[in-house]
Each structure stands twice: as C-alpha cells, then as structure tokens.
C-alpha cells in the first residue's frame, strides 16, 4: 500500500541551530499534511498543518514546506532549544481518507 | 477543558482475557480514533468513527472491537488478549475529515 515515510530515522542538532526533518510520501491523492511531535511517554501532540493548496506555512518557531513535485514535506524547527527533543511524525490524507496515515517518525536529540 | 482522556494508563493482561479501554475527548468533535504504536513503528489505525452510532475498521482491526454509544466516548475492546497485542494504544479525535488529530495520553498494555 501506499505509505508516508522518513529519510532519517535520527538527527542530532546542536542548542541554537536550525532542524530540518525531512518526510517523504507516495500517495498522489494525498491533500493534507501534518506534523506531530512526541516525548517520551506522552501521546503525539499536533505542531503544524499543511493543505496541498500551500507551499508553506509558518507557525511559532516552526516551518513546514510541501514540495508537491517530488512529494517531500518537511519540518523546519528555528533555534532548536533541549524541549524539542523528541520523536516527531508526518501523516498524511488524502480527500477521500477518513483518518491520518503515519510515517516512523524521526528522533530528534537537541545537544548543548 | 481536559482534552482526549484515556482509562485505564497501564493494564497486563493473560493470555485470554478481556478488557476494554475507555477513551473520552470534551472538544465536540465528531470524528475518534483508536491507534497503536509499536517500537520502531509509527502509529496504525485499528478502528475509527465519523459520529455517534457508528464504527469502521482501520489498517489492523483484527482481534478489537469498537462502539460510540456517545458522542464523546469511544471505546475499543479486546475479546481475547494475544501476547501480539501488547503495545501502547492511542485514542484521538478530529472535528472533521481533515484537520487536526488530538490525542491521548495513552494505555500501555502488556498481555502475558
């Protein structure tokens, strides 16, 4: 079946940098994208959306960006502070979809 | 406003035995989700529910069952535990087709 995936199942920044968390998709009809990150132990907690009518959209510290050509989404955090540390996940619908389709999420560890 | 609540947080179970998990959002949303997550995997629909009375199964439905007698209840039921079901199940509700997912804390559960 058609699937969301990630190009890197780790990444490591350092306090202050930039992240960019990269996510891959192959369901063409797919039109809505979203951005989950969960620490250890909790449930997925939503951080951004993006509808397939949108290149971009930025929230507080946070960009996601939709290349609907290569069907890339990714996730840039700005100034990545010790709290982002965490595993974050892309999902994806599609119109006729009734529910999120998840990637494996990627482990981000911020280092001081 | 508490959100997507979630009963119980932590069960073990036998092999055989039966238990139900209680999933229950304030919000008004029309839309419920069950998901499990499993190490080095990311979230997998068993069942959802567009609205109140109704149930329809997702990407792993075997071995659970579902009802929404209430709007803001949903509740995922396992009728005889297998070791395979051991996992963290997350509930999540929407207020419609695409928007948003929030979810639970979730229920980690182990069956022996």
């Known amino acids: 079946g058609e699937s969301v995936g990630l190009h890197l199942p780790t990444l490591s920044v350092q306090e202050g940098d930039n992240s960019i968390i990269n996510c891959a998709y192959s369901n063409s009809a797919s039109d809505y994208f979203i951005w989950y990150k969960q620490e250890s132990g909790k449930g997925p907690q939503f951080i951004i959306d993006?509808?397939?009518?949108?290149d971009k959209r930025q929230g507080q510290r946070v960009t996601v960006l939709l290349n609907k050509t290569v069907k890339h989404l990714s996730l840039q955090i700005a100034a990545t502070q010790p709290g982002d540390s965490a595993v974050y996940f892309c999902a994806e619908n599609k119109n006729s979809g009734y529910a999120l389709n998840f990637g494996k999420g990627t482990s981000l560890l911020v280092t001081p | 406003n508490a959100g997507v609540t979630q009963t119980p947080k932590f069960r073990v179970l036998k092999t055989g035995q039966s238990m139900t998990l209680l999933c229950a959002q304030d919000m008004n949303h029309e839309y419920m989700y069950w998901y499990r997550q499993d190490p080095g995997m990311g979230l997998r629909l068993i069942h959802y529910?567009?609205?109140?009375?109704?149930?329809a199964k997702g990407e792993v439905p075997d071995g659970y069952n579902v009802s929404r007698l209430k709007k803001q209840n949903f509740l995922l039921g396992l009728e005889s535990a297998a070791p395979s079901q051991t996992s963290v199940y997350f509930c999540a509700s929407s207020l419609g087709r695409q928007g948003p997912a929030y979810f639970g804390p979730g229920t980690r559960l182990t069956v022996t």
């Open positions: 993006i509808r397939s009518n949108m």
């Open positions: 529910s567009v609205g109140e009375g109704t149930t």
